[in-house]
C-alpha cells in the first residue's frame, strides 16, 4: 500500500524486535484481535467511545503491517515462497514468542464480553421502545429494520469468535515445540470466505450493515429511504409520553447503537484485513489493490454513518425520565405528603369565639377550631388544631365512617341525607355516627361545614429538604441519576454519583447512591427555611422546569431553594475536560444554575399548572402522561372531594430512580409532573444526557503524502 503512515514508537519497536514471517503474523493475528476485543492494558473500565478513539492507531498497525510486506528489502515474494518451504508451512514458525498472543487473546476476552453485552443493552432498549411504539406506522419499517441488523451484526460477530477460536487453538501450551493445531487449509478457506464477493461474505454483511444504517447517507438520492438512526428518532419523537420505558434519552440510545455498529464495523475490517494478508502468504496473488480499495470503502462507510448519526442526534431529545411502574409500590415507587389539606367536617358554632351560629359555611373562609360544642361529633373525631380553608355546606345531616386511629385519614367516607358520597362507600370497621346540624332560637342553623384542615403534626409529612446535595467532586465524582426519598418525614432528592473517565466514560465499580442526610426537623440545629421548607396553604407551589448546563459543563450536584413561596430546583454544574476526564477546577468554576422566573413577573411570568378535581393517583391502572412543560408551576392540594373526601395530599412523588441504564454523563435535570385526566398524578425528577454529538468524528490515518 501507498504512504507510510506513522504509529506509536512502542509499536514500531516491538515489529523491530522480532524478525521474518514469525514477526509478520504475530502482528497480524495482534491486529484482528485487538479489533475485535481491543487492548486490556489500561482500558479495563473503559467503555465504547475509549475503543472507537483507538481505531486511527489500529489501523495505522494494518497499514503498517502492508507496509512492511511491500517493502522489497523485507517482503519479497521470493522470501515469502523461500519461507514457505521452512518445516513444509509458514505457520509452524509461530512457537515461543507467539505464546504471549494467545495471552492476550485472554487478556482481551473480558474487553469483547463487556462489549457484547454493551450490545446487549442497546438491543433490550430498542425492544422495550418498539413494544411501545407497536401503533405506529412507522414502526413497521423499522421494527423490521432493526431485527436485520441485529441478525447481521451477529453474523460478523461469529464470524469474529470463530477467528478467534482459530487463534486460541493454534498451540498446546502442554510443550514447547508443540505444533500448529489449525490445519493450513481451514484457514485459508476461512479467509477466502471473508473476503469473497457473496451476500453472507464479511464484505456483503458489513454492506447490507451500511444499506441499513447509512444507504450512501448525503449521495442527494430522492428514491434512498432514511437510514436507521433518522427512523429511530422518528419513532422516539412521535411516542415522547411511551419512550419512559427506556432507560437512556433518546440521544443516548442513538449514540450506543452507533457504538455497537461502529465496533462491527472494525470487527469486519480487521478480519478482511488479516484475510488480504494470509491470502498473499499462501501465494494466492498479491491483492494489494484489493486492500487498498477495502480501506476505500471502509473509509466511505465510516464517514457516512457518521455523519448519519450525527443528523440524527442533533434533534434527538436528551431527557429522561420514568413511565409509572406496573404496580404502585409506597415507599418504593412512590411517596407521599399526608395531610397537607384534609378534609375535616366541622359545625359552625366552633368555627368562633362566640359560639355563635350567625353565618353560614361560606363566610369561613380562613378560621381555626375554638372548641367542642356538640361532643357528638368534634369529640369522637381528631380536632384540626391548625387552620380551616374553604368550608362550603353540602348539606344538614350525613352518616360518617371515621377512619381507622392509625391511618393518615380522618374519614374513610361520609353519606350525606340527600343522597351524596363523598370517597369510596364500603365497610365501615369503627360504625357510622349520625351526624345532625341543628337550629339556634329559630332564626339561626347551626350547620355542618366541609372544610380544609392545613394543619402540622405527628401525621403530617410535609417537608422539602433544602441542603446542597453535591457529588464528591474532589475525588472526580458527577451526578448520574437521581431519585426522590422519604427519610424521617422529609422528601430529599438523591444523587447517584460515579468517578468519571477519559473521554466522558464513567467507571462503573464507583456508582453508587449518596446516602442523604439524616436529620429530624426537630433536631436542635435543623430550622425551617434553612434545612428544611414547610409547606402549608400559603406556600405549597413547586416550580416546573428543565435546567440544562452550559456547553461543556456537565451535573455535580442539585438543590431546592425557596423563591418567594415557591419551591425552585437549582443544579450545580462543572466544567469538564472531556479528553482527560477530569472536572476543571471545581471548587472554583462551579456554579449553581437556576430558573428564576415567577408567576409575577412582568415579562412572560411562570404559567400554573392546574389539576382538576383529582382523585388518588394510584387509582387509575392508565399509565401517567408528561402534561407539564418548563416554566410552570403546580399547588400541591387536596384529592377530589367526591371521590376521596378530600383525604389525600396531591400529586405524589414518584420514588423511581431516574439514572440512565449504562450510566452516563448528566448535562442537567428538572421537575415535572406526569398524570391522567380526573388524578393527581405524580410529581418526579428528569435528567438530561451529556450531548456527545460534537465528539464524534470520522478520523483516518495520516500518511505520508498528509504529513508532507
Known amino acids: 500500500m501507498t ?80 519461507l514457505d518451504q521452512v518445516d513444509g508451512d509458514v505457520l509452524s514458525l509461530l512457537r515461543g514468542k507467539e505464546r504471549d498472543v494467545l495471552e492476550r487473546i485472554g487478556q482481551v476476552s473480558f474487553q469483547l464480553e463487556r462489549l457484547e453485552k454493551q450490545h446487549a443493552i442497546s438491543s433490550a432498549m430498542i425492544e422495550s421502545l418498539l413494544q411501545d411504539l407497536r401503533a405506529l406506522p412507522s414502526v ?38 508443540a505444533n500448529w493445531l489449525v490445519e493450513r487449509p481451514t484457514l485459508e478457506d476461512f479467509v477466502s470466505t471473508v473476503v469473497s464477493h457473496g451476500s453472507s461474505s464479511i464484505r456483503g454483511l458489513l454492506e447490507r450493515i451500511h444499506s ?18 433518522s427512523q429511530l428518532t422518528d419513532a422516539m419523537h412521535e411516542s415522547r409520553s411511551n419512550r419512559c420505558n427506556l432507560q437512556q434519552s433518546p440521544q443516548q440510545l442513538l449514540y450506543n447503537l452507533y457504538n455497537s455498529v461502529a465496533i462491527t464495523e472494525l470487527k469486519g475490517y480487521a478480519m478482511m484485513q488479516f484475510s488480504w494478508m494470509l491470502l498473499r502468504l499462501y ?24 455523519a448519519a448519526v450525527k443528523d440524527a442526534m442533533s434533534i434527538a431529545e436528551r431527557d429522561m425520565w420514568r413511565c409509572d411502574p406496573r404496580e404502585h409500590r409506597e415507599g418504593e415507587t412512590y411517596v407521599e405528603l399526608t395531610q397537607l389539606l384534609q378534609g375535616q367536617v366541622q359545625n359552625e358554632v366552633d368555627m368562633n369565639s362566640e359560639s355563635t351560629c350567625r353565618e353560614n359555611c361560606a363566610y369561613y373562609s380562613y378560621a381555626k377550631s375554638h372548641g367542642c360544642y356538640n361532643s357528638n361529633v368534634c369529640a369522637k373525631q381528631p380536632r384540626c388544631n391548625g387552620k380551616l380553608i ?29 343522597g351524596r358520597i363523598l370517597g369510596k362507600r364500603g365497610s365501615c370497621e369503627r360504625g357510622l355516627t349520625k351526624v345532625d346540624s341543628w337550629w339556634r332560637w329559630l332564626f339561626w342553623h347551626c350547620s355542618y361545614c366541609f372544610c380544609l384542615c392545613d394543619e402540622q403534626g405527628p401525621k403530617s ?63 436542635s440545629d435543623v430550622y425551617n427555611g434553612k434545612d428544611y421548607h414547610t409547606l402549608s396553604w400559603e406556600q405549597r407551589a413547586i416550580d416546573l422546569d428543565d435546567l440544562v448546563a452550559p456547553s461543556g459543563s456537565v451535573l455535580t450536584g442539585v438543590r431546592f431553594r425557596r423563591v418567594g413561596t415557591h419551591l425552585n430546583l437549582e443544579i450545580m454544574v462543572t466544567p469538564l475536560n472531556f479528553t482527560a476526564g477530569t472536572l476543571d477546577n471545581p471548587h472554583q468554576k462551579s456554579i449553581w444554575h437556576g430558573n428564576d422566573n415567577t408567576d409575577a413577573s412582568l415579562e412572560a411570568p411562570r404559567k400554573r399548572l392546574y389539576i382538576s378535581n383529582p382523585d388518588v393517583p394510584t387509582s387509575t391502572n392508565d399509565g401517567s402522561i408528561v402534561d407539564s412543560r418548563s416554566d410552570q408551576f403546580l399547588l400541591f392540594t387536596h384529592s377530589d372531594i367526591d371521590t376521596d373526601a378530600a383525604q389525600t395530599t396531591v400529586p405524589f412523588l414518584d420514588a423511581q430512580p431516574v439514572a440512565p441504564d449504562p450510566p452516563t454523563l448528566l448535562a442537567g435535570a428538572g421537575i415535572y409532573h406526569k398524570g391522567r385526566s380526573g388524578y393527581g398524578g405524580f410529581i418526579g425528577p428528569k435528567v438530561v444526557t451529556y450531548d456527545f454529538n460534537s465528539h464524534i468524528q470520522a478520523i483516518f490515518p495520516i500518511t505520508k503524502d498528509e504529513v508532507n
Open 461 to 523: 409529612d410535609r417537608y422539602f429538604n433544602l441542603r446542597e446535595v453535591k457529588a464528591d467532586v474532589a475525588n472526580n465524582k458527577v451526578v448520574t441519576g437521581l431519585r426522590f426519598v422519604k427519610e424521617n418525614r422529609v422528601i430529599h432528592l438523591q444523587i447517584q454519583e460515579a468517578g468519571l473517565l477519559p473521554r466522558g466514560e464513567i467507571n462503573m465499580t464507583s456508582v453508587q447512591w449518596r446516602p442523604v442526610d439524616n436529620y429530624r426537623i426537630s433536631d
Open 3 to 82: 504512504g507510510l503512515i506513522r504509529v506509536r514508537g512502542a509499536f514500531v519497536s516491538n515489529m523491530n524486535s522480532c524478525g521474518g514471517a514469525s514477526c509478520f503474523l504475530r502482528w497480524c493475528v495482534i491486529a484482528a484481535v485487538i479489533l475485535g476485543h481491543t487492548t486490556a492494558e489500561g482500558f479495563e473500565e473503559a467503555m465504547l467511545t475509549a475503543v472507537l478513539k483507538e481505531v486511527p492507531e489500529i489501523v495505522n498497525q494494518i497499514l503498517y503491517m502492508w507496509d512492511q510486506l511491500a517493502a522489497p528489502a523485507h517482503w519479497t515474494m521470493a522470501t515469502v515462497s523461500a
Open 140 to 177: 413497521v419499517r423499522l421494527g423490521r429494520n432493526l431485527d436485520t441488523l441485529a441478525d447481521l451484526m451477529g453474523r460478523v460477530s461469529s464470524a469474529d469468535m470463530v477467528l478467534n477460536r482459530y487463534i486460541q487453538r493454534g498451540y498446546s501450551n502442554e510443550t514447547e515445540d
Open 212 to 229: 441499513i444504517v447509512a444507504p450512501e447517507h448525503g449521495m442527494g438520492s430522492q428514491l434512498q429511504s432514511p437510514g436507521i438512526f
Open 283 to 306: 501465494k494466492k496473488g498479491n491483492f494489494t489493490v484489493e486492500a487498498e480499495l477495502m480501506q476505500e470503502r471502509y473509509e466511505e462507510r465510516t464517514a457516512q454513518k457518521v
Open 390 to 418: 374553604d368550608c362550603r355546606y353540602i348539606d344538614s345531616d350525613m352518616w360518617v365512617c371515621q377512619a381507622d386511629s392509625k391511618s393518615d385519614r380522618r374519614y374513610t367516607y361520609i353519606e350525606y341525607e340527600n
